[in-house]
């Protein structure tokens, strides 16, 4: 069974550990509290069976939100984790005053591409070569989900 709770700054270790598995490039429990006592900024974690497997970190400022991160755990991938939370992150910026819900995605990241078409986000923008790769580099993709259709 999964179900979806929101995360505080208090939360930051389990979320780090989270992040860990799921990018190289992780982020410290201290830089995911300090972001999580900003304002503007929100979690929400997924648990299946009790058990935390994923969360997702926004923010909103006036109008617009981002998502910020997004990670599941392998263990816990294709369990519909990662949709169930960009819907809360989703539901939390409209609730929030914002409009529109922005992400950037690497272009060669095809799992999360998917993820964020089959939610209905558009690619807006792309900044080239944005991304290193041991063999070139690849763009940033930067998608919107217009949050009142
Ligand atoms: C991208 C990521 C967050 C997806 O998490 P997840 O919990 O496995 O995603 P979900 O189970 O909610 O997947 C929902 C849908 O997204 C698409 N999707 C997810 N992973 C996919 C994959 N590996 N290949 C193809 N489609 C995929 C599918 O349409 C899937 O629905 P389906 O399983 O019914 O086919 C996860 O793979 C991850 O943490 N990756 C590493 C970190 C990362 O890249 N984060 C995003 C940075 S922008």
Known sequence: MIDILPARAVDAGWLAEIHAQAFDDSWSAADIATLLDGPGTYAFAARFDGAPAAFILCRVVADEAEILTLATIPAGRRRGGAAAL????????????????????????????????????????????????PDGAVAALLMRLDLNN
């Open 86 to 133: 960009i819907d809360a992150g989703a539901a939390a910026a409209l609730a929030g005053g914002a409009v529109n819900l922005f992400l950037e995605v690497a272009q060669d990241n095809h799992s999360a591409v998917a993820l964020y078409n089959g939610k209905g986000f558009v690619e807006v923008g792309r900044r080239r070569g944005y991304y290193r790769r």
